[in-house]
């Protein structure tokens, strides 16, 4: 009589009566409610369910006191749907309750488990259907341990969130094929990993004969959970251009539906049921449709309440012959995320209700059925509450570890295995959320994943700042490469060099409009001021990415890569060295004009900053906290990062470093202390930048499982690629790009090597135009960057006829320039006209201009190889002409009858002193000496 009495007041504690709800305004850490707010995050976009995704919002119970109508079928017809009604503003029909049966399949065959000492046999095969918003991954967890410990074969699913979902067909070839079982046991015993849509025919053929459990959820607490988690209200706005909160929604829901993406339909209406089997469509569901399910559901092992966790569990374990310690769960995905809760008038309740029909149906079936089984039992109130305080024991002991994030937790278990005790291992297991826990599976089962941060989507919408002479060029290169593969749009630059570099207001004029209205989906192709927030509108959704690299290596290298020395030297007529240059840097910043702006925290300046300063560094370290910031000189192991963040494969970080090759590289300088701490001093802001985010490289590394595997890996892989793109390394950019746009390479035969390394060689300029053609944007064959050249020099080749016309022409150009360009200097010999005389300055007259300290803009040159250096100091940007005209059997003939060899040959005394004066005398020949 006690243990009844004890029943009844548990009874009337959890659920006061059957015909109503419970009050869900209220906390419930001790039942298990707030479990309702754990589910996988599954997509950041409803419309796209079938992909994946995340969204890391939460949300919180509503407050649910308003009574449930009952919606069971009572002589309706088929096809007859309550929600009809609901659509239309009326009230859905109650009806009596379908009886619910006297016992669950499972208890039918409680002799199948039980022991000849009286005691049971665990259940080690299950198939769990997870429904969303419901408490489902703490569920999972409890599965996923209970499989840990008995060594049971787990379904998992390949992109680590999806078993078909949301299509049922795409079951079979969801999930990764484990090796063959060695023993008798079956190839799967648990199927519970991840979201699928029930199929019983389906899931058989993967795991027969095993017990079926699901859970529900109280529709109303369900849809205002799942309005929050899913962003619907946002959905709305960017189809309508208003915010339209989930009370005017419900005032009006046929009118809203059509503004949201179908994924909101499928999550929020009748949600539940779509879960377990039944179609979204027009005449969804029909009232037949949803007793025949219900009926069905009656023949699983288990149908869990959220609101009653602990109560289900407890049954649960009881069914299945477990433990208690196996049932016991760590609250995930609501710690510390809880918002204020709706209050929802009891109107606008009982038209969620309505909306959610056949949910309710199945909601109120099942709750009482719950708490009839539960009323059937023995002791039950004991047991729960040895449950609850089993729960508290782990919530106390684990409390140490529940601030780790899913990395960390599988990290421990992973790399320090061997150092965990069973208590702690126990905590990081029961704190491990779905998609982790198949990962950690996925090794202990033989089949791991490539570490990956974005389960399994590979992302593609990407914005990579690139800074100056920092590897940039190579890692662009890799992101075009990735784009081309998967036909991204690409944000390119006009000129092919720059976009808006070195102003930020020049961006929006900066690039080419592509075909259609698609957004953009990379930047990254040419140097651009970073610009936040106008990058992101351009590329929506994007991973941010940039370069650091050491300072002092870099200053050095920007040093002789922009030719500092000789600039100076030109300007202020005299050497001035790096040691010189760096005992009073202050007087040469003016001289050097826009090279200072690449020598003086020049990467603080490609990440935004107009002026430096201690505040708007820190404020810009803040901002590149959210970035993935690669470390040149760190480049493998950033190179890993980088791919494990984007989800990419290996193959896609092999590369090939460009401006690297013979041609391109300096001698190491050597540079003292003093030296180095003066470049340091000077590229301050940039030194604070590399040294944070250095050492945030080395803290994120150090809680990735498997990083020293991989970089052997990638390192393996790049000297396999280095080998086999030797025979195309000293090719030039041009041949590179015309080979790739012919199309003749076999790309998966023989010629796949040739194609995998022009590809990689191809520097970003010849890059860029590659796209475009791909792209339908080609550009005009150019090859000064789209940059008209008003700099030019004509160096004189003897015996060319066309020489005065090449002449002529650059008189020409110049003249026309002059009359666009005010003062347009023009440097040009004083005697006769070129178009007459075809002769240029002299070296004498150009070295007298030099001397003058004279720019000129168009200078013809007589002697190429006295003149080169000084007539690149005197026209800057200089573009050398070299122009070859004739076959040299043709030049042979013109040059012979020019100096009248014949005449000359036939002159004997002529010829005489000739070959006197060349030192040489030739042998009598009997022919009259034609030689």
């Given at each position: 009589?006690q243990?009844?009495?004890?029943?009844?007041?548990?009874?009337?504690?959890?659920?006061?009566?059957?015909?109503?709800?419970?009050?869900?305004?209220?906390?419930?850490?001790?039942?298990?409610?707030?479990?309702?707010?754990?589910d996988?995050?599954?997509?950041?976009?409803?419309?796209?369910?079938?992909e994946?995704?995340?969204?890391k919002?939460?949300?919180?119970?509503?407050?649910?006191?308003?009574?449930?109508?009952?919606?069971?079928?009572?002589?309706?017809?088929d096809?007859?749907?309550?929600?009809k009604?609901?659509?239309?503003?009326?009230?859905?029909?109650?009806?009596?309750?379908?009886?619910?049966?006297?016992?669950?399949?499972?208890?039918?065959?409680?002799?199948?488990?039980?022991?000849?000492?009286?005691?049971?046999?665990?259940?080690?095969?299950?198939?769990?259907?997870?429904t969303?918003?419901?408490?489902s991954?703490?569920?999972?967890?409890?599965f996923?341990?209970?499989?840990?410990k008995?060594?049971?074969?787990?379904?998992?699913p390949?992109?680590?969130?999806?078993?078909?979902?949301?299509r049922?067909k795409?079951?079979?070839?969801?999930?990764?094929?484990?090796?063959?079982?060695t023993d008798?046991?079956?190839?799967?015993?648990v199927?519970?990993?991840?979201?699928?849509?029930?199929n019983?025919?389906?899931?058989?053929?993967?795991?027969?004969?095993?017990?079926?459990?699901?859970?529900?959820?109280?529709?109303?607490?369900?849809?205002?959970?799942s309005w929050?988690?899913?962003?619907?209200?946002?959905?709305?706005?960017?189809?309508?251009g208003?915010?339209?909160?989930?009370e005017?929604?419900?005032?009006?829901?046929e009118?809203?539906?059509?503004?949201?993406?179908?994924?909101d339909?499928?999550l929020?209406?009748?949600n539940?049921?779509?879960?377990?089997?039944?179609?979204?469509?027009?005449?969804?569901p029909?009232?037949?449709e949803?007793?025949?399910?219900?009926?069905?559901l009656?023949?699983f092992?288990?149908?869990?309440?959220t609101e009653?966790?602990?109560e289900?569990?407890?049954?649960?374990?009881?069914?299945?012959?477990?433990?208690?310690?196996?049932?016991?769960?760590?609250?995930l995905?609501?710690?510390?995320?809880?918002r204020?809760?709706?209050k929802?008038?009891?109107?606008?309740?009982?038209?969620i209700?309505?909306?959610?029909?056949?949910?309710?149906?199945?909601y109120?079936?099942?709750?009482?059925?719950?708490?009839?089984?539960?009323?059937?039992?023995?002791?039950?109130?004991?047991?729960?509450q040895?449950?609850?305080?089993?729960?508290?024991?782990?919530?106390?002991?684990?409390?140490?570890?529940?601030?780790?994030?899913?990395?960390?937790?599988?990290?421990?278990?992973?790399?320090?295995s061997k150092?965990?005790?069973p208590?702690?291992?126990h905590?990081?297991?029961?704190q491990?959320?779905s998609?982790?826990?198949?990962?950690?599976?996925?090794?202990?089962?033989?089949?791991p994943?490539?570490?990956?941060?974005?389960?399994?989507?590979?992302?593609?919408?990407?914005?990579?700042?690139?800074?100056?002479k920092?590897?940039?060029?190579?890692?662009?290169n890799?992101?075009?490469?990735f784009?081309?593969?998967?036909?991204?749009?690409?944000?390119?630059?006009k000129?092919?060099?720059y976009?808006?570099?070195?102003?930020?207001?020049?961006?929006d004029?900066?690039?080419?409009?592509?075909?259609?209205?698609?957004?953009?989906?990379?930047?990254?192709?040419?140097?651009a001021?970073?610009q936040?927030?106008?990058?992101?509108?351009?590329?929506?959704?994007?991973?941010f990415?940039?370069?650091?690299?050491?300072?002092?290596?870099q200053?050095?290298?920007?040093?002789?890569y922009?030719?500092?020395?000789?600039?100076l030297?030109?300007?202020?007529?005299?050497?001035?060295?790096?040691?010189?240059?760096?005992?009073?840097?202050?007087q040469?910043?003016?001289p050097?004009?826009?090279?200072?702006?690449?020598?003086?925290?020049?990467?603080?300046?490609?990440?935004?900053?107009?002026t430096?300063?201690?505040?708007?560094?820190a404020?810009?370290?803040?901002?590149?906290d959210?970035?993935v910031?690669?470390?040149?000189?760190?480049?493998?192991?950033?190179?890993v990062?980088?791919?494990?963040?984007?989800?990419?494969?290996?193959?896609?970080?092999v590369?090939?470093?460009?401006?690297?090759q013979?041609?391109?590289?300096?001698?190491?300088?050597s540079v003292?202390?003093?030296?180095?701490?003066q470049?340091?001093?000077?590229?301050?802001?940039?030194?604070q930048?590399?040294?944070?985010?250095?050492a945030?490289?080395?803290?994120?590394?150090?809680?990735?499982?498997?990083?020293a595997?991989?970089?052997?890996?990638?390192k393996?892989?790049?000297?396999?690629h280095?080998?086999?793109?030797?025979?195309?390394?000293?090719?030039?950019?041009?041949?590179?790009?015309?080979?790739?746009?012919?199309g003749?390479l076999?790309?998966?035969?023989?010629d796949?090597?040739?194609?995998?390394?022009?590809?990689?060689?191809?520097?970003?300029?010849?890059?860029?135009?590659?796209?475009?053609?791909?792209l339908?944007?080609?550009?005009?064959?150019?090859?000064?960057?789209?940059?008209?050249?008003?700099?030019?020099?004509?160096f004189?080749?003897?015996?060319?006829?066309?020489?005065?016309a090449?002449?002529?022409?650059?008189v020409r150009l110049?003249?026309?320039?002059?009359?666009?360009?005010?003062?347009?200097?023009?440097?040009?010999?004083?005697?006769?006209?070129?178009?007459?005389?075809?002769?240029?300055?002299?070296?004498?007259?150009?070295?007298?201009?030099?001397s003058?300290?004279?720019?000129?803009?168009?200078l013809?040159?007589?002697?190429?190889a006295?003149?080169?250096?000084?007539?690149r100091r005197?026209?800057?940007?200089?573009?050398?002409?070299?122009?070859?005209?004739?076959?040299?059997?043709?030049r042979?003939?013109r040059?012979?009858r020019?100096?009248?060899?014949?005449?000359?040959?036939?002159?004997?005394?002529?010829?005489?002193?000739?070959?006197?004066?060349?030192g040489a005398e030739?042998?009598?020949d009997?022919?009259?000496?034609?030689?």
């Amino acid at each position: 009589q006690q243990q009844q009495q004890q029943q009844k007041s548990l009874q009337a504690t959890a659920f006061p009566q059957f015909d109503g709800e419970p009050d869900m305004d209220t906390e419930q850490d001790d039942d298990g409610a707030d479990l309702a707010d754990d589910d996988d995050a599954v997509s950041e976009d409803p419309g796209q369910l079938s992909e994946g995704g995340a969204s890391k919002d939460n949300d919180n119970e509503a407050n649910v006191n308003t009574p449930t109508e009952s919606l069971e079928e009572d002589g309706k017809e088929d096809g007859d749907s309550p929600n009809k009604a609901a659509e239309h503003g009326g009230q859905a029909e109650s009806t009596e309750p379908t009886p619910v049966p006297p016992q669950h399949a499972l208890a039918q065959r409680e002799s199948q488990l039980q022991q000849s000492d009286g005691t049971c046999k665990p259940m080690t095969r299950l198939v769990y259907i997870k429904t969303h918003k419901t408490g489902s991954s703490t569920l999972t967890n409890v599965f996923h341990r209970f499989a840990v410990k008995h060594q049971l074969r787990v379904v998992l699913p390949k992109g680590n969130l999806f078993l078909g979902w949301p299509r049922s067909k795409n079951l079979l070839t969801s999930f990764v094929p484990l090796p063959p079982s060695t023993d008798s046991r079956p190839q799967y015993e648990v199927f519970c990993s991840a979201h699928s849509r029930y199929n019983r025919g389906l899931v058989e053929q993967i795991v027969p004969d095993a017990a079926y459990i699901t859970v529900l959820r109280h529709p109303v607490s369900h849809f205002l959970s799942s309005w929050n988690y899913w962003h619907t209200g946002d959905h709305i706005f960017e189809t309508l251009g208003r915010r339209v909160s989930v009370e005017e929604f419900l005032t009006s829901p046929e009118k809203f539906w059509s503004k949201a993406k179908k994924g909101d339909w499928d999550l929020l209406s009748n949600n539940a049921v779509f879960d377990l089997g039944l179609d979204h469509n027009e005449t969804f569901p029909s009232r037949s449709e949803v007793v025949s399910l219900v009926k069905h559901l009656d023949t699983f092992a288990m149908v869990l309440i959220t609101e009653h966790m602990d109560e289900s569990l407890v049954l649960l374990r009881r069914k299945m012959c477990w433990e208690l310690e196996d049932v016991v769960y760590y609250a995930l995905k609501v710690v510390g995320q809880r918002r204020p809760k709706p209050k929802l008038v009891p109107e606008l309740q009982q038209k969620i209700m309505q909306i959610d029909w056949a949910d309710a149906m199945l909601y109120e079936h099942f709750n009482k059925s719950l708490w009839q089984q539960i009323n059937a039992q023995q002791g039950f109130a004991e047991e729960l509450q040895e449950f609850r305080n089993l729960k508290e024991k782990f919530s106390t002991q684990c409390a140490s570890t529940a601030e780790m994030s899913e990395d960390q937790h599988r990290f421990e278990l992973v790399e320090h295995s061997k150092q965990l005790k069973p208590e702690q291992k126990h905590c990081h297991l029961m704190q491990l959320d779905s998609p982790g826990f198949v990962k950690y599976l996925k090794l202990t089962h033989g089949v791991p994943d490539l570490e990956c941060h974005t389960q399994g989507r590979p992302r593609r919408q990407i914005v990579f700042i690139k800074t100056h002479k920092t590897g940039s060029s190579t890692l662009t290169n890799m992101f075009h490469r990735f784009a081309l593969r998967s036909r991204l749009r690409v944000v390119l630059p006009k000129n092919n060099l720059y976009l808006g570099w070195p102003e930020k207001s020049t961006l929006d004029g900066s690039y080419v409009q592509l075909p259609g209205t698609k957004p953009f989906d990379m930047l990254c192709s040419a140097h651009a001021r970073l610009q936040r927030a106008k990058m992101a509108q351009l590329v929506p959704n994007a991973n941010f990415v940039t370069v650091l690299r050491n300072p002092v290596e870099q200053f050095i290298s920007s040093w002789d890569y922009w030719h500092v020395e000789e600039h100076l030297a030109a300007t202020l007529g005299h050497k001035v060295t790096l040691e010189t240059f760096l005992q009073n840097p202050d007087q040469y910043w003016e001289p050097l004009g826009s090279r200072a702006k690449l020598l003086r925290n020049s990467m603080s300046f490609d990440l935004g900053l107009d002026t430096i300063s201690q505040d708007t560094v820190a404020h810009l370290q803040n901002e590149l906290d959210s970035f993935v910031v690669l470390i040149q000189d760190e480049m493998d192991a950033s190179l890993v990062l980088l791919r494990r963040v984007l989800c990419w494969n290996m193959e896609d970080i092999v590369h090939s470093s460009l401006k690297v090759q013979d041609g391109h590289k300096h001698v190491r300088r050597s540079v003292t202390e003093a030296m180095t701490k003066q470049i340091r001093a000077i590229n301050w802001a940039d030194d604070q930048l590399y040294q944070r985010f250095k050492a945030r490289l080395h803290d994120r590394l150090r809680t990735e499982i498997g990083v020293a595997e991989e970089l052997d890996l990638l390192k393996q892989m790049q000297a396999k690629h280095d080998e086999r793109c030797k025979p195309w390394v000293s090719e030039s950019q041009q041949r590179h790009r015309y080979v790739l746009l012919q199309g003749d390479l076999d790309t998966d035969g023989e010629d796949a090597d040739e194609f995998v390394c022009r590809q990689a060689l191809l520097d970003s300029p010849d890059f860029v135009k590659l796209l475009k053609q791909r792209l339908g944007r080609p550009d005009r064959e150019c090859h000064t960057q789209g940059q008209k050249r008003s700099q030019l020099v004509l160096f004189e080749t003897q015996d060319v006829p066309a020489t005065a016309a090449v002449g002529f022409a650059m008189v020409r150009l110049a003249q026309m320039l002059r009359r666009g360009i005010a003062g347009l200097p023009l440097a040009w010999p004083d005697h006769g006209s070129v178009q007459l005389a075809g002769r240029c300055a002299s070296a004498q007259q150009i070295d007298a201009w030099a001397s003058s300290g004279k720019h000129v803009t168009v200078l013809c040159a007589g002697d190429a190889a006295h003149t080169w250096q000084t007539a690149r100091r005197l026209v800057p940007g200089l573009m050398e002409f070299v122009l070859v005209v004739d076959e040299p059997s043709e030049r042979f003939v013109r040059t012979w009858r020019r100096l009248n060899i014949a005449k000359l040959a036939t002159d004997n005394g002529a010829g005489s002193k000739q070959r006197a004066r060349r030192g040489a005398e030739p042998e009598d020949d009997d022919d009259g000496g034609d030689d």
